[in-house]
């Protein structure tokens, strides 16, 4: 028989700085494209409209991601051993995970082959993204935004790295593959013992368990 334990796991400033996260990105890729094809795209009305929201919501997920480092870095502990995935994972649990979502999720003969806990929050497909997405990508796109603001301690960093459109293009590229991050990221957050089980902790911190 099936019974419900629930665990909790997603502490407050992990949600604060996820929800935060998710509505600055949406912010940025929106206004990002009015700023990249303005004369295509006219969301917010003038060009200075969609910069100036571009810039805030930068500053929002910049702020956010060193809630986010902060806490998983100094008060849990936990950044490396929840977020890089060990030799065994790259080995066997990512393809392992990677049947379980491509082939054993539809004809429902296999269990998931990855159960969360508190100290290993993540499968190894997860763990693969999530480190790749928060130490390389999401960094990458805030230096380069923060380079194109074109402050001053910052101007002769632009000036060095190759002006203006090496870093803006770089800025466009990471920004590209955070955006296809997205979908696929909602896609899997679906595949849990029923389809909201894994949004509920993004908001109350607890996931109900089905242990068998
Ligand atoms: C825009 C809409 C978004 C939705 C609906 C969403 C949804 C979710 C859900 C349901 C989870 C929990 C399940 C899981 O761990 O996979 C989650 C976790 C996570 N999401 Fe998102 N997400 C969004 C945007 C983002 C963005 C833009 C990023 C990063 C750039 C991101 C990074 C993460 C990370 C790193 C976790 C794990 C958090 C932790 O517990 O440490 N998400 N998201």
């Known amino acids: 028989m099936a019974m419900q334990e629930r665990v909790y796991l997603t ?3 992990v949600r604060i700085w996820h929800w935060l996260n998710a509505l600055g990105f949406v912010t940025l890729i929106a206004s990002g494209v009015q700023i990249r094809f303005p004369d295509y795209i006219n969301i917010f009305g003038t060009y200075r409209a969609a910069v100036s929201l ?3 919501a930068g500053i929002v997920v910049a702020v956010s991601f060193l809630l986010w480092l902060f806490y998983y870095a100094v008060i849990a502990k936990m950044l490396i051993k929840l977020y ?3 030799a065994e ?3 066997q649990g990512a393809v392992k995970q990677a049947l379980y979502y ?3 999720f539809f004809t429902g003969t ?3 082959p990855h159960h969360e806990s508190p100290t290993n929050k993540f499968n190894p497909m997860q763990k693969g993204a999530y480190v790749v997405i928060m130490m390389v990508l999401v960094p990458l796109v805030i230096i380069t935004g923060l380079i194109l603001l074109n402050m001053q301690p910052l101007h002769n960093l632009l000036v060095a ?3 203006v459109r090496v870093v803006a293009g770089v800025h466009f590229l990471l920004a590209c593959a955070l955006t296809a991050f997205i979908p696929t990221h909602f896609y899997l957050a679906t595949l849990g013992h029923t389809p909201f089980a894994h949004f509920k902790p993004m908001w109350t911190g607890w996931e109900e368990h089905e242990d068998h």
């Open 84 to 86: 890089v995935p060990t």
């Open 110 to 112: 296999r269990e998931n």
């Open 54 to 56: 571009h810039h805030t």
């Open 102 to 104: 491509f082939f054993y």
């Open 161 to 163: 790295v190759g002006g």
């Open 89 to 91: 994972d790259l080995k």
């Open 11 to 13: 502490p407050t400033p």
